[in-house]
T-cell receptor, first 113, second 114 residues
């Protein structure tokens, strides 16, 4: 039973354009959501997060949107750069769970020069 | 701050052998996590330590798996009688207590059971 789903295994975007990565979740107890980026042969690197009391969080070129009613979040990268090419994981956690994370299966983003 | 260090980076073992991995967290972090990642999947939670106490264990952690964190510093993950299904990337992460804003992962240990 996948509680966090990333339905697009891959996404290709032209340099300079917007990348939109999507994530859906089923557990309404999740109260914190995060995006991680992973390069080959490295561990995941934290990118940006959002609390369930917000619907948007921005950090430079990265913005995360949360739609609680739809149980959906998305990561927008504008403008996309070739160095953004990586696997992006969506993750979620429940308050009081020692903050263990439930991850999606990831989306491979390729930014074409 | 040298980040989270994991050793070895790669381990190839024969089925039935025991293996042990080591994780050195960021020194001021008192929380330590172990995750496992298989091909095409996201990391899955295995276990969690706060200081030296192991406070949570996933159902994924069978009796063949054991983790320790003596003195609340480094941690070891041991797999006894390895099976081919244990082949995966084993990731360690650490964090400080307080509001979560993403913990720091190591580069992982890739285990191949042949």
């Amino acid at each position: 039973d996948q509680q966090v789903k990333q339905n697009s295994p891959s996404l290709s975007v032209q340099e300079g354009r917007i990348s939109i990565l999507n994530c859906d979740y089923t557990n309404s107890m999740f109260d914190y959501f995060l995006w991680y980026k992973k390069y080959p042969a490295e561990g995941p690197t934290f990118l940006i997060s959002i609390s369930s009391i917000k619907d948007k969080n921005e950090d430079g070129r990265f913005t995360v949107f949360l739609n609680k009613s739809a149980k959906h979040l998305s990561l927008h990268i504008v403008p996309s750069q070739p160095g953004d090419s990586a696997v992006y994981f969506c993750a979620a956690s429940v308050a009081g769970s020692a903050r263990q994370l439930t991850f999606g299966s990831g989306t491979q983003l390729t930014v074409l020069p | 701050d040298t980040g989270v260090s994991q050793n070895p980076r790669h381990k190839i073992t024969k089925r039935g052998q025991n293996v042990t991995f080591r994780c050195d967290p960021i020194s001021e972090h008192n929380r330590l996590y172990w995750y496992r990642q298989t091909l095409g999947q996201g990391p899955e939670f295995l276990t969690y330590f706060q200081n030296e106490a192991q406070l949570e264990k996933s159902r994924l952690l069978s009796d063949r798996f054991s983790a320790e964190r003596p003195k609340g510093s480094f941690s070891t993950l041991e797999i006894q009688r390895t099976e081919q299904g244990d082949s995966a990337m084993y990731l360690c992460a650490s964090s400080s207590q307080g509001p979560i804003y993403g913990y720091t992962f190591g580069s992982g240990t890739r285990l191949t059971v042949v």
